[in-house]
């Protein structure tokens, strides 16, 4: 797999020959849990996969001539795939400063900044917004905490 989420990026293919859509109230689709699931763990090579379905997805908007909306949506899901990633670094069996390192390359990563940037946080929660502000601004080490301490390493009641 060399794009995370595949099925996100072939629905931008489908919705340029979907006429109708229709809202089914029986489940077709059963979840099977998989520890080694991109899902479940974090690995290396899982946020350059999520850059590269970013990436793609984007292109893949253009070449259909799909409007800058769709382009935001995607902004908006490869954010939410960033967001987990990070939560399972933060959660990972391996030690803080491994952690933070990993943390901190994603922050100061170029596809980061450049979707982090153009999106209007202001729809988001203000705990999202806080989060997307330690980003915005790199600040790594506080986006590490906050991530570290939404992964059940530290609850503050």
Known sequence: REIISEDSYALLVLFETVSTVAILQHI?????????SLTQTYRPDRYAKICRFYEEAVKLQVALGYPEVVKERIARLYLAFVVGALKQ?????ESMAVQIQNVRSVVLD???????????????SWKIKLLFLSLRYRCWAVTFLLVWMQAGKMRIS
């Open 28 to 36: 077709g689709y059963f979840y099977c849990f998989n520890s080694t």
């Open 110 to 124: 170029s596809v980061l900044q450049k979707v982090i940037w153009g999106l209007d946080i202001s729809c988001y």
């Open 89 to 93: 670094i933060a959660g990972a069996p």
